[in-house]
C-alpha cells in the first residue's frame, strides 16, 4: 500500500517562486491592472504597439518592484512597516501635573 505525505506545508507562509505572503497578492494585482489598463487603450483605438510597450513596461515595473520589495522587507515587512507609520512618535500630555494628583471628590445634590 502506497503512503501518501499530506498537508507538508502548514504553518508555513504561501510561497510561489520567492514571493512571499503578501507580495503575491500584489504582484496579482498589479499585472492584473495592467492588463485592464491595455485593453482599455485598445478599445479607445490606442496603436497596438503602443498598447503592447504599456503593457510590457507596465508589467516589468510591477514584476521588479514586488521582487525587490518581497528581497528589502521579507514576508512581514510591510506589516510591520505600515503599523510603524500610523504609530505615533511622541506621547505630548499638555495638563498640568497637579491635575492627575489631585483628588477632589464632588458632592452630590439632593
Known sequence: MNSYNINKGIG???EFKGLKAQYLFIFAGG???VLIIVMVLYIAGVNSYACMAIGGGGAGLIIWQTFSLNKKYG???LMKLSAKKRH?????CRRQIRRYIRSNPKKETA
Open 12 to 14: 508555513r507562509t504561501v
Open 31 to 33: 499585472l492584473l491592472g
Open 75 to 77: 514576508s512581514h515587512g
Open 88 to 92: 505615533p512618535r511622541y506621547i505630548i
